[in-house]
């Protein structure tokens, strides 16, 4: 399908909103015309660096109709799956690398009614996705190192949206320095779904932010 066809989702990542005020700050993203709100859970083991937890993903649930679309940057993340969806998650991602059992990690998500998804470093290769193609419904591309909003987009990884939009019909989200400079290409090479922190709320005007993005 060409991109002018293809659904693009905007996903504002909460990580670069004002914590203070989350509340408002989803709102606006919503009213701004965004399709997904991109949570970014962090256990300082994965990567080097702490977010949040269920606790706070019920509150957001209770402020937003739109979809949470929870990144778990966590070790071993089949132990708190049942938590996650418990607390509002629609699509839940966790890392290739992170699991000992992706297999059944996967399977766990779509039992509990959660869209499936699968992320990988930016240093893991699109192969190492392949046996699991079948058993998820969304891939989350990083292009930056996973741990931090704000840092440059990586472009060698452009490379692998295209590997991936040859062989797999599902949802490929794109995740890392996404911003007006940089979402042209990522859309060219086949993505749906933008995740886009620094690019939305670190702009004044996040409905012209997240307008921009979905044109490319
Ligand atoms: C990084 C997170 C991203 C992050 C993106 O580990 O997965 O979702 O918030 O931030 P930006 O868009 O600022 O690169
Ligand atoms: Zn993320």
New binding site residues.
């Given amino acids: 399908m060409t991109s002018a066809k293809r659904k693009i989702f905007v996903a504002p ?4 909103a004002d914590f203070g005020r989350l509340a408002e700050e989803i709102q606006e993203v919503e009213k701004g015309g965004c399709d997904v709100i ?1 949570v ?1 859970v ?1 256990d300082g083991h994965f ?1 080097p ?1 702490l977010t949040i937890g269920p606790p706070v993903i019920r509150a957001i649930r209770r402020v937003t109709k739109l979809p949470l679309d929870v ?1 778990l ?1 966590i070790e071993q993340p089949g132990r708190y799956l049942d938590e996650y969806r418990k607390a509002g998650s629609d699509w839940i991602t966790i890392h290739v690398e992170a699991s000992s059992d992706v297999d059944a990690d996967l399977k766990k998500i779509r039992d509990l009614g959660a869209k499936a998804g699968l992320s990988l470093r930016p240093k893991t290769s699109v192969s190492t996705l392949k046996a699991y193609l079948s058993k998820i419904d969304l891939v989350l591309i ?10 440059a ?1 990586m472009p060698d990884m452009v490379q692998k949206i295209k590997d991936l939009r040859g062989e797999f019909p599902g949802l490929i989200s794109v ?5 007006a400079d940089t979402v042209k290409t990522v859309i060219e090479a086949g993505v749906d779904v933008l ?6 709320f ?1 702009e004044r005007d996040r409905s012209a932010a997240i307008r921009k993005l979905r044109m490319g």
């Avoid at 995740?195 to 939305?200: C, D, E, F, L, N």
Wanted: overall charge negative.
């Fill in positions: 990542s909460i990580l670069s991109h970014d962090m990567v660096n990144h940057m990083m292009t930056v190192e996973p741990g931090f909003g704000g840092q987009f995740d890392g320095g996404i911003a995740v886009a922190g620094t690019g939305i670190g």
